[in-house]
């Protein structure tokens, strides 16, 4: 089972790696043979069972790709008013402006055309005073667009999140009341339950930084957990702890049959009914169940309820089953109910993680001592998912064997207990209930200190960004050689195969050479240069809310995949949000030598000062000139922003935040013989407000960017400033079609390489 099972998994990899979607007929093409192939001639099938598994795996995920894109926002109804009808199939999260929910829709209504739909939307309600509910079936007037999120290196890939998530759109509630169709108590009851349970706690837990917790570790749910939190858990390692996962299953499962099997062996009569050890694995194995419903079922908590629930029954039928052969179970299990959960991350940090202390912990001869029984294990995982880390999230801990020593004790044996005994006091006594999840959130205050303090250590964190999959292929055969049993003949071999991995770092400019980034952040404006030996950031896109950053989402990734230890100049061009609004969280996470900005005042703690015309300076043979705003063009907003030229041998790029016509004239007038530039940020994201012809002329580029948010209600870059620049025949570019957009100045040769599109070579079936 446990080869079929890795087989499988190879072929739901090879679908997730094409374009395109290959057409329904294939499952006929490759299936029909390859069966025959083995029914009808039996010397094949020795070489037919290791390819049929495979098969079976790219057609089961093929197929249900297929059914999760069965339905589509159609282009045409994008932005319109929208009748839908449907059921809110998770628990609302609520914010002091809006509330955010998924949603089944049923039926479509446009223009009096009634479709029939089955896909899920995500859902937005500002400023709603009706009660929403999980299962409720409800009627509303909403304004949708396609999934498109920001794409760019190092980030977050919200498109792929979505699909695997199942949703095919998000918008937002138009109308301010929408009609309650049905509620009844068998509308996702389970949901429900969940639901009951934290609005218990958010009502009978006093608010605190923790509290959030408390319910992430009763029902899964993550709402209002601010990003720096989760900073923190990744820098120590411990973000596998606050929600519920495998281990705190394991743990609860293990008390329950600890306890259960001690009551037992008090009543002699029940010992005679059944024995004390398979009523403990019986009253284990509910509550395994339990703890996993009450999760949602997530990926990490169906890996462990299967399990679980193998081993469970083995104890109970008093069989033996071996551990690989129970994980490759579970594997099966999980990938044939979603294919799509190879896509996420807690599907490999889970299975990776029980893999690791299979591998590293069976198989060895009679193991004693404290070490052995505690510390070991954390020594393991740590290692062992240093690869995995750093593929998913481009960074792991360095301090994760000390956090995780303190804190999985913490959590399992008192945190996790206390929080389940205060959700079922709750149903008889919310005072005795509350008292209990406060006891909670006290220790869970005191770990979120020792955690605090681990985290903000500067080596606290590696951070790497690997080309290749083959770096981590080689990683993880090292892993393997390094955690062979003691005594075993070239297990120094494995620190050789690791070397690629660990000494790899990303390639950089050479002398004289410019490699300019132009980022995906949205609607709004967020450029890296880099030289040499130096980088210079160009202002850092929009902060929306607490949780959507670009700031903390985009550019802090991105620079860390460059593994970037300080940013040597930051520019902020003006106040506008969409090119300050991310500042701070740059500010706050990685060394700012020096910032450059129209609005200086802006800044504190970080030396900060006005970029004037004038103002030049060299790194590496690279020359950086403020064009604009001179002293007296100060405080007119947009017309105030920087206007920044990078010169590499005869080639320039010309950044010009929101500069609009005024600004334009006044660089006509008095700089007209610096404007010339081969790449030109187009001026306040392609405004009509800008562009004008003289200026085109006077900067002559041959490419122009346009950094700007899918379906932004400016509606930049304006048709006639596209038109402008195709008639003096420069090549253009905006961030919605292209992601992240990158391009390399040679001082050797004076050429532009092509610009490499994030987008385009990333690009996925959905």
């Not at 593929?391 to 000390?402: A, H, K, M």
């Amino acid at each position: 089972m446990f080869l079929f099972s890795i087989l499988f998994l190879c072929g739901i990899l090879i679908l997730q790696k094409l374009t395109y979607l290959p057409s329904l007929y294939w499952l006929a093409g490759i299936n029909v043979p390859i069966i025959s192939h083995y029914l009808l001639f039996k010397k094949s099938r020795a070489y037919l069972r290791f390819l049929i598994p495979t098969v079976f795996g790219f057609s089961w995920a093929l197929w249900y790709a297929y059914a999760q894109l069965s339905w589509t926002l159609p282009t045409e109804l994008e932005g319109k008013p929208l009748q839908i009808t449907g059921m809110i199939t998770t628990i609302p999260d609520i914010e002091p402006h809006h509330t955010s929910f998924k949603f089944l829709i049923k039926k479509i209504q446009f223009a009096n055309k009634i479709e029939s739909v089955n896909s899920t939307v995500q859902l937005s309600w500002q400023t709603t005073s009706q009660k929403l509910h999980v299962g409720d079936q409800w009627q509303f007037t909403v304004r949708l667009k396609k999934i498109h999120g920001v794409m760019n290196p190092g980030g977050f890939d919200y498109e792929t999140w979505s699909f695997q998530e199942g949703i095919r759109a998000s918008g937002y509630v138009v109308s301010k009341k929408g009609i309650l169709l049905n509620s009844k108590w068998y509308h996702r009851p389970l949901d429900r339950v969940r639901e009951f349970f934290s609005e218990g706690i958010r009502e009978n837990l006093s608010r605190s930084h923790t509290s959030p917790w408390i319910t992430a570790l009763a029902v899964g749910e993550r709402h209002g957990i601010p990003p720096d939190d989760w900073q923190v858990l990744r820098n120590t390692g411990t973000n596998h702890l606050m929600a519920i996962a495998g281990l705190h299953i394991g743990f609860m499962a293990a008390f329950v049959y600890g306890i259960v099997n001690w009551l037992w062996r008090r009543r002699p009569q029940l010992i005679l009914k059944i024995p004390a050890q398979q009523a403990g694995a019986i009253a284990a194995l509910l509550m395994a169940f339990i703890y996993s419903a009450m999760a949602g079922f997530s990926i990490p908590t169906q890996r462990a309820c299967l399990m679980l629930s193998l081993f469970l029954i083995t104890l109970v039928l008093r069989r033996k089953i071996l551990s690989w052969q129970t994980w490759g179970i579970a594997l099966f299990c999980v990938l044939l109910c979603n294919p799509l959960s190879v896509l996420t991350a807690s599907f490999w940090l889970s299975f990776g993680s029980v893999a690791l202390i299979i591998y590293g912990m069976r198989g060895r001869l009679a193991p004693k001592g404290l070490w052995w029984k505690h510390g070991r294990i954390q020594w393991v995982i740590a290692l062992g998912l240093i690869p995995l880390s750093i593929w998913l999230f481009q960074q792991c801990s360095l301090v994760s064997f000390v956090a995780n020593s303190i804190a999985i004790p913490c959590v399992g044996f008192l945190i996790v207990p206390l929080v389940l005994l205060g959700c079922f006091l709750l149903l008889f006594s919310v005072k005795i209930g509350g008292m209990v999840l406060y006891v909670a959130d006290k220790i869970v205050a005191l770990l979120w200190m020792v955690l605090v303090y681990l985290a903000h250590f500067s080596w606290a964190s590696w951070y790497e960004l690997v080309p290749s999959i083959w770096y981590i292929v080689t990683a993880c055969v090292g892993i393997v050689i390094l955690l062979l049993p003691t005594g075993f003949p070239g297990r120094g071999i494995g620190i050789i195969w690791l070397l690629p991995f660990m000494l790899y770092k990303p390639p950089a400019p050479s002398l004289g050479d410019v490699w300019f980034t132009l980022l995906d952040v949205g609607q709004g404006l967020s450029a890296v240069v880099q030289t040499k030996n130096h980088l210079l950031v160009f202002d850092a896109g929009p902060r929306l809310s607490d949780s959507n950053d670009m700031g903390e989402s985009v550019v802090i990734p991105f620079l860390r995949s460059l593994v970037v230890t300080h940013i040597d100049r930051l520019v902020i061009s003006h106040g506008d949000n969409d090119h300050i609004g991310g500042a701070y969280a740059i500010l706050k996470q990685i060394p700012t030598y020096l910032v450059k900005s129209s609005v200086p005042e802006k800044f504190f703690n970080v030396p900060a000062s006005y970029c004037l015309r004038g103002e030049t300076w060299q790194w590496d043979q690279v020359t950086f000139e403020f064009l604009y705003p001179t002293p007296d063009k100060l405080g007119l907003d947009n017309n105030s922003s920087c206007v920044l030229r990078i010169t590499s041998g005869r080639r320039h790029i010309l950044l010009t935040g929101d500069i609009e016509k005024l600004a334009e004239t006044d660089l006509i007038h008095f700089a007209a013989a610096d404007l010339t530039a081969d790449i030109l940020v187009a001026p306040h994201h392609g405004s009509n407000t800008s562009a004008l012809k003289e200026f085109i002329l006077a900067v002559h580029p041959q490419i122009v960017l346009f950094p700007v948010g899918y379906r932004n209600r400016y509606h930049f870059p304006h048709p006639v400033v596209l038109q402008k620049y195709r008639d003096f025949g420069v090549v253009s570019y905006d961030t919605v079609q292209a992601g992240a957009i990158q391009l390399q100045l040679t001082k050797m040769t004076n050429i532009i390489l092509s610009p490499m599109l994030y987008r385009e070579s990333h690009r996925h079936y959905w």
